[in-house]
Protein backbone atom coordinates (compact mmCIF):
# COMPACT_ATOMS: atom_id res chain seq x y z
CA UNK A 1 0.00 0.00 0.00
CA UNK A 2 1.36 3.32 -0.76
CA UNK A 3 0.26 7.23 0.56
CA UNK A 4 -0.29 9.73 -1.33
CA UNK A 5 0.82 13.21 -0.41
CA UNK A 6 -1.00 16.30 -1.85
CA UNK A 7 1.93 19.17 -1.73
CA UNK A 8 1.20 21.32 -5.09
CA UNK A 9 -0.33 24.06 -3.45
CA UNK A 10 0.67 27.61 -3.12
CA UNK A 11 0.77 27.92 0.16
CA UNK A 12 -1.25 31.20 0.49
CA UNK A 13 -2.20 30.66 4.08
CA UNK A 14 1.19 31.51 5.39
CA UNK A 15 2.27 34.48 3.06
CA UNK A 16 4.35 35.73 3.02
CA UNK A 17 6.69 33.12 4.34
CA UNK A 18 5.72 30.88 1.56
CA UNK A 19 6.83 33.43 -1.29
CA UNK A 20 10.30 31.39 -1.38
CA UNK A 21 10.00 28.35 0.71
CA UNK A 22 7.09 25.94 0.12
CA UNK A 23 4.78 25.59 3.03
CA UNK A 24 5.54 22.24 3.34
CA UNK A 25 9.31 22.81 3.90
CA UNK A 26 8.59 25.62 7.12
CA UNK A 27 9.82 23.73 9.73
CA UNK A 28 8.60 22.24 12.92
CA UNK A 29 11.60 21.93 15.23
CA UNK A 30 14.06 20.28 14.13
CA UNK A 31 12.69 19.20 10.74
CA UNK A 32 9.95 20.50 7.55
CA UNK A 33 6.17 19.41 8.45
CA UNK A 34 6.14 17.06 4.99
CA UNK A 35 8.96 14.78 6.58
CA UNK A 36 6.42 14.92 9.60
CA UNK A 37 3.56 13.80 7.09
CA UNK A 38 6.02 11.14 5.49
CA UNK A 39 7.20 9.45 8.71
CA UNK A 40 3.41 9.48 9.66
CA UNK A 41 2.55 8.14 6.84
CA UNK A 42 5.40 5.40 6.88
CA UNK A 43 3.96 4.52 10.24
CA UNK A 44 1.52 1.06 9.68
CA UNK A 45 3.73 -1.50 8.40
CA UNK A 46 1.01 -2.08 5.55
CA UNK A 47 2.43 1.56 3.82
CA UNK A 48 5.70 0.67 2.00
CA UNK A 49 6.13 4.08 0.10
CA UNK A 50 5.10 7.66 0.36
CA UNK A 51 4.15 9.46 -3.01
CA UNK A 52 4.36 13.09 -3.12
CA UNK A 53 2.43 15.15 -5.61
CA UNK A 54 3.58 18.32 -6.13
CA UNK A 55 4.68 21.31 -8.24
CA UNK A 56 7.68 21.47 -10.64
CA UNK A 57 8.10 24.91 -8.88
CA UNK A 58 8.95 23.10 -5.50
CA UNK A 59 12.38 21.34 -6.18
CA UNK A 60 13.58 21.80 -2.53
CA UNK A 61 10.51 18.88 -1.72
CA UNK A 62 12.46 16.72 -4.52
CA UNK A 63 16.20 17.89 -2.86
CA UNK A 64 15.06 17.28 0.47
CA UNK A 65 14.41 13.51 -0.07
CA UNK A 66 17.49 12.70 -2.00
CA UNK A 67 20.55 11.01 -0.42
CA UNK A 68 23.09 13.13 -0.26
CA UNK A 69 26.66 11.89 1.18
CA UNK A 70 28.62 14.66 0.66
CA UNK A 71 26.88 16.74 3.08
CA UNK A 72 26.65 13.53 5.34
CA UNK A 73 30.42 13.29 5.59
CA UNK A 74 31.19 16.55 5.81
CA UNK A 75 29.09 16.99 8.76
CA UNK A 76 30.21 13.53 9.98
CA UNK A 77 34.07 15.35 9.50
CA UNK A 78 33.08 18.76 11.64
CA UNK A 79 31.84 16.20 14.69
CA UNK A 80 28.17 16.95 13.58
CA UNK A 81 27.40 13.29 13.97
CA UNK A 82 23.36 14.30 15.09
CA UNK A 83 23.15 16.55 12.25
CA UNK A 84 24.53 14.03 9.34
CA UNK A 85 22.12 11.52 10.63
CA UNK A 86 19.05 13.64 10.23
CA UNK A 87 19.88 14.65 6.47
CA UNK A 88 20.63 10.33 6.26
CA UNK A 89 16.91 9.39 7.77
CA UNK A 90 15.44 12.02 5.19
CA UNK A 91 17.19 10.80 2.13
CA UNK A 92 16.55 7.13 2.78
CA UNK A 93 12.60 7.64 3.44
CA UNK A 94 10.96 5.47 0.67
CA UNK A 95 9.21 8.84 -1.45
CA UNK A 96 8.32 8.92 -5.00
CA UNK A 97 7.27 12.32 -6.98
CA UNK A 98 4.29 12.87 -9.37
CA UNK A 99 3.72 16.16 -10.35
CA UNK A 100 0.55 18.11 -10.65
CA UNK A 101 1.23 20.59 -13.55
CA UNK A 102 -1.48 23.09 -13.06
CA UNK A 103 -3.56 23.59 -9.45
CA UNK A 104 -6.83 21.55 -10.21
CA UNK A 105 -8.00 21.12 -6.91
CA UNK A 106 -6.90 18.14 -4.03
CA UNK A 107 -9.14 15.57 -6.41
CA UNK A 108 -6.56 16.72 -9.32
CA UNK A 109 -3.33 15.98 -7.11
CA UNK A 110 -4.47 12.84 -5.90
CA UNK A 111 -5.66 12.10 -9.90
CA UNK A 112 -2.22 12.90 -10.56
CA UNK A 113 -0.64 9.77 -8.69
CA UNK A 114 -3.36 7.03 -9.90
CA UNK A 115 -0.23 5.44 -11.86
CA UNK A 116 1.82 4.83 -8.58
CA UNK A 117 -0.77 2.67 -7.27
CA UNK A 118 -2.52 1.00 -9.64
CA UNK A 119 -5.85 0.73 -8.61
CA UNK A 120 -4.96 -0.19 -5.18
CA UNK A 121 -6.05 1.18 -1.90
CA UNK A 122 -3.98 4.15 -0.87
CA UNK A 123 -4.03 6.65 2.39
CA UNK A 124 -4.37 10.07 1.48
CA UNK A 125 -2.82 12.57 3.67
CA UNK A 126 -2.58 16.25 4.48
CA UNK A 127 0.07 18.57 6.16
CA UNK A 128 -2.54 20.71 7.60
CA UNK A 129 -2.33 19.06 11.09
CA UNK A 130 0.66 16.97 12.16
CA UNK A 131 -0.82 14.42 14.78
CA UNK A 132 2.11 14.01 17.51
CA UNK A 133 0.84 10.55 18.27
CA UNK A 134 1.28 9.28 14.47
CA UNK A 135 -1.34 6.39 15.07
CA UNK A 136 -3.86 7.82 12.79
CA UNK A 137 -3.25 6.18 9.63
CA UNK A 138 -2.90 2.84 11.43
CA UNK A 139 -6.58 3.41 12.92
CA UNK A 140 -7.76 4.26 10.27
CA UNK A 141 -6.58 1.04 8.65
CA UNK A 142 -8.56 -0.72 11.55
CA UNK A 143 -11.79 1.44 10.72
CA UNK A 144 -11.58 0.51 6.82
CA UNK A 145 -10.54 -3.32 7.74
CA UNK A 146 -13.60 -3.57 10.13
CA UNK A 147 -15.97 -2.49 7.39
CA UNK A 148 -14.85 -4.53 4.29
CA UNK A 149 -12.38 -2.10 3.42
CA UNK A 150 -14.63 0.83 2.83
CA UNK A 151 -12.80 4.50 2.43
CA UNK A 152 -12.47 6.69 5.78
CA UNK A 153 -11.65 10.24 6.36
CA UNK A 154 -10.56 11.86 9.47
CA UNK A 155 -11.65 15.26 10.10
CA UNK A 156 -10.79 18.21 12.37
CA UNK A 157 -13.72 20.67 13.34
CA UNK A 158 -12.77 24.29 12.26
CA UNK A 159 -14.23 27.61 13.56
CA UNK A 160 -17.15 28.65 10.98
CA UNK A 161 -15.06 31.69 9.87
CA UNK A 162 -11.99 29.36 8.81
CA UNK A 163 -14.36 27.16 6.00
CA UNK A 164 -12.59 28.99 3.62
CA UNK A 165 -9.44 28.12 4.56
CA UNK A 166 -10.41 24.00 4.47
CA UNK A 167 -12.37 20.93 2.73
CA UNK A 168 -15.55 20.43 4.15
CA UNK A 169 -17.49 17.60 4.69
CA UNK A 170 -21.08 17.02 6.27
CA UNK A 171 -22.10 13.33 8.04
CA UNK A 172 -22.81 11.66 11.68
CA UNK A 173 -19.75 10.90 13.30
CA UNK A 174 -18.92 7.10 14.21
CA UNK A 175 -16.15 6.68 16.77
CA UNK A 176 -13.37 4.47 15.77
CA UNK A 177 -13.29 0.73 17.34
Do not use: W
Request: aromatic share 6%; net charge negative.
Amino acid sequence: MKAIIPAAGLGTRFLPATKCTPKEMLPVLDKPVIQYVVEEALEPEEVTDAIIVTSPNKPELLSYFQPDTALEQLLRARGKAGCADGVARAGSLPVDFRFQYRPNGLGHAIRSAADAVAGEPFLVLLGDYVVPARDICGRMLEVSAAHGGASVVAVAPCAPEEVSRYGVIAGECLDAP
